[in-house]
């Protein structure tokens, strides 16, 4: 039943009145209002209002209609966070926490009370926040909109007994934001897929597709049910999504050996899709990806289509994905659009292929579109307009960065930043996933930037969103040495290869820069200060490794990094004693050089051998740390200063 909103609106009205009565200094902090926090995703709008509120040890917690549970338990988490003792409801408590639907007036009575705006009309998952005086709100367009914003008021946290004053108003650009597990080799268990559903609430990210390439039951043995224990397991993950606000899409790709013609092959197709919806999954993908569509794995398909060709293949895809969104989702309740992953997926090109699929699918079907290759340098609103054109409506972005399943890869880490990226997308794409890593928490560097990007495409900072992603993986309330130490070893993993030569990210940027200027020091001198200047950096390689592992507060994001973690430390020691050599060469002491840049070689052979962990990623090999950039300096640093005039040291 329906509760009351009076009861609510007689307690805002108090508040009102009340924060009338009492002086400011009663309920703000007397330090000033200072700058913005830093939220991800970075909201539509957020204006400061005053000195941050202070949280006492008893606040008043007021729920409106219609708040979750998980929205319930992530507010009483983020209260006791900023210093709450006791959270109850009634009056007493000099600040009171007001959370409902925008739509309920007394919520929208609380949000103007608090100093927010009620804005003329908000967007589905939009919400509006303030938080002033005695009195923060959070009033969202739907549980989605009120539950993000709880995520932001846990970002405004500001230090003890402190929540930054400000007014945010805030909703996504892009209907779906997130990740596809698509990638080849070891799939992620099931603790990393639980973990990735709860940070993806905590980023915003609204969207799970499940379509590991090496789990059998997605692919080769399609047909089959998967056996309970799995089957548990897959409804354990639904239930975790539906608690984090994402929406878990299976997929099923059946293309390498589906016969599309015979009746008894949408049945099996049917009942693996049915088992899932009593799971509680209401969003699917047929993923037609990575088959060859130049042959029919049946007779029958011949004779209903013809010889195999391009249209031929889009017309049975057609007529497959027709069927599953007719016949199967509009049967059911609460079932999202199918979505497909088509067969030629990364490129504008217009082929009969794709005019066969434009001219014949139902309309509702949304299409996954990885770029204009499978792993682009960049995609554009050009490139994205083109797409729709040739689709015949907006794709769906498949974004493969930074999935490392592909020979280019091989021993990388890919922890740049989430870029090159065409502001402007979310007017031409329905929506936008990410392709991760075999290595789930390492993944979380790249996803924390396509989830600002996908939210707010207009006002994305690639810069700003890495640093938040290594503050964020560094734990509430993070040490700077270890937000420095991640950004650092973040930069030793900077190259984003494609599926060409060049990369479309470069290794080490940052390092590259201190080197480059070295040199240009050590040429123009004096070189001990240069020598100087280098061994900070220098030192930070050095001793990343144990700031890392003794500061990150997400243990899978050191566990999958551990190769490269123990690589970088020999490489960081051999960095130090290159200085080393140096220095003594410049102090007169050449036999001491010629050992320090020996026992730096022996450290860099030592790096060099360390391996990924087996089985845990494909393709496997030696690990690279900075690659072309710190080995490339290494290796010249004995010839420095051996030929021609010296500047003085």
């Known amino acids: 039943m329906r509760r009351s909103s009076r009861p609510l609106a007689a307690v805002i009205a108090f508040l009102t009145f009340l924060g009338l009565l009492l002086p400011v200094g009663a309920t703000a902090a007397t330090a000033g209002a200072g700058p913005l926090p830093s939220v991800v995703p970075r909201p539509q709008a957020m204006a400061r209002l005053g000195p941050d509120v202070v949280v006492p040890r008893e606040v008043r917690v007021v729920y409106g209609d219609g708040v979750d549970r998980p929205t319930r338990d992530l507010i009483a988490s983020v209260l006791r966070r900023a210093g709450a003792k006791r959270l109850r409801g009634g009056y007493g408590p000099q600040l009171t926490v007001t959370v409902g639907r925008i739509a309920d007036a007394s919520v929208a009575a609380a949000l103007r009370a608090a100093g927010g705006r009620v804005p003329g009309e908000l967007p589905a998952e939009g919400y509006a926040l303030a938080a002033r005086g005695g009195a923060v709100a959070l009033a969202g367009a739907d549980a989605d909109g009120t539950y993000y914003a709880a995520q932001t008021l846990r970002q405004l946290i500001t230090g003890a007994r402190r929540i ?8 996504p650009l892009m209907p779906l934001r997130g990740v596809i597990e698509g990638f080849y080799g070891s799939p992620w268990t099931h603790a990393e897929r639980m973990d990735q559903l709860a940070f993806y609430g905590d980023v915003k990210m609204n969207t799970y597709v499940y379509a590991p390439k090496d789990d059998p039951y997605h692919r080769e043995k399609w047909r089959e049910p998967y056996p ?8 354990e993950l639904v239930r975790q999504a539906v608690g984090h606000h994402v929406r878990f899409t299976f997929a099923l790709s059946p293309g390498n050996s589906l016969c599309y013609s015979a009746p008894a092959e949408f049945t099996a197709l049917r009942a693996k899709l049915g088992a899932m919806y009593d799971l509680g999954v209401r969003s699917f993908s047929v993923p037609l990806d990575d ?17 195999p ?3 031929a293949a889009g017309e049975a895809q057609a007529d497959l994905l027709n069927r599953v969104q007719k016949e199967f989702l509009d049967a059911r309740e609460g079932t999202a659009p199918l979505q497909t992953v088509p067969t030629e997926y990364g490129d504008v090109t217009d082929t009969a292929y794709k005019r066969a699929l434009r001219e014949r699918l139902d309309p509702r079907v949304e299409i996954m579109w990885t770029g204009t290759d499978v792993v682009p340098p960049r995609i554009t609103v050009a490139d994205a307009t083109r797409a ?12 493969n960065y930074p999935v490392n399943d592909y020979g280019q890869a091989e021993g990388r880490l890919l922890l740049a930043p989430y870029d090159a990226r065409e502001a402007g997308l979310h007017q031409q794409l329905s929506g936008l ?4 890593m075999n290595q789930a928490a390492a993944s979380k560097v790249a996803l924390f930037g396509g989830a600002d990007f996908a939210w707010n495409d207009t006002g994305y900072d690639p810069d700003r969103t890495w640093r938040a992603a290594a503050a964020y993986l560094a734990g509430d309330d993070p040490d700077p040495a270890t937000v420095s130490a991640l950004l650092a070893f973040f930069d030793t993993q900077h190259l984003a290869p494609t599926f060409g030569t060049g990369p479309w990210q470069p290794q080490a940027p940052q390092l590259a820069a201190r080197l480059a200027e070295f040199r240009h020091h050590w040429d123009a001198g004096p ?3 240069a020598l100087n200047a280098l061994r900070p950096s220098a030192t930070l390689l050095a001793t990343a490794s144990a700031t890392l592992r003794a500061g990150v507060a997400d243990r899978g994001f050191v566990a999958d990094s551990a190769p490269w973690l123990d690589a970088l430390a020999l490489w960081g020691r051999a960095f130090l004693r290159t200085l080393d050599a140096l220095g003594a060469r410049l102090d007169g002491n050449t036999s001491q050089a010629t050992r320090w840049f020996a026992e730096a070689s022996s450290l860099a052979g030592q790096a060099g051998r360390i391996r990924t962990i087996p089985g845990e990623t494909r393709p496997e090999g030696p690990v690279r740390v900075a690659d072309g950039v710190l080995d490339t300096f290494l290796a010249a640093a004995p010839g420095l200063g051996t030929a021609g005039a010296r500047p003085k040291g």
Do not use: M
Not at 433 to 436: E, M, S, T
């Open 291 to 307: 088959i060859s569509y130049t042959r029919w794995n049946c007779d029958a398909d011949r004779a209903a289509y013809g010889e």
């Open 433 to 436: 996933v990410l392709n991760p």
């Open 164 to 171: 930054a004053s400000v007014s945010v108003v805030d909703h």
């Open 527 to 529: 070189r001990r200060a």
């Open 388 to 399: 729709a054109a040739v689709w015949g409506r907006r794709v769906f972005v498949w974004d």
């Open 309 to 311: 060709s391009q249209r």
């Open 228 to 235: 309970a224990d799995q089957l548990a397991q897959l409804g």
